[in-house]
């Protein structure tokens, strides 16, 4: 099946760099989410190409259309539907892909039925630790907050994002965010 992950790989980034993305930094963030589940798959045992796929395609949605961001992970999940059945993917598989991005979200506290859920979700959250950059951009444009506000917001976020981690992944990303936190709480 590495022609077909090749296929997603391909379409996502494409459409992270359309000029119809409203998220900077969109695919960037696909590969590493893509790395850590699949570190931690690999690490556990898990499925890795339901991982590598949902990983892909877990933030689909909202890079397609950004209004549909606040339901991402529902959109998303019926997004991988229509392209793995276009693939012509088997039915049972494309139902763990769709249960990984539905569930990836931290936020919205879905129960993870699946290693593969888990390993998606903890992804998504372990790529913020080395985005650092990308977030102090999007806290200080975006959000026009000030040098020590930004700060705080990155932190913050930084830390909700580890606190969501399973000791598994906790240990994959534990220097990341030591180096993080560190930089982050200097004050000027």
Known sequence: MTGLVDKIRDLVEETCNAETNEFIGGWPHTVSVVKYSK?????????????EIAAY????ASIKDAKLTPEHH???????????????????????VKHCIYAHRGSQKI?????????VANGDAMAHFNAVPELLFLAYTKYAFGIEEGKEWVRAKLERSWNKLTPDAKDIVKEDYAVADKILVQKI
């Open 74 to 96: 529902i959109h998303g999940a019926e997004e991988a539907e229509k392209i793995l059945s276009g693939l012509n993917y088997p039915k049972a598989r494309i139902d763990k």
């Open 39 to 51: 570190a931690l798959a690999e690490k556990l045992g898990a499925d890795v190409e339901t991982v």
């Open 111 to 119: 129960p993870r039925e699946t290693l593969e859920a888990d390993c």
């Open 57 to 60: 395609l877990h933030d689909y």
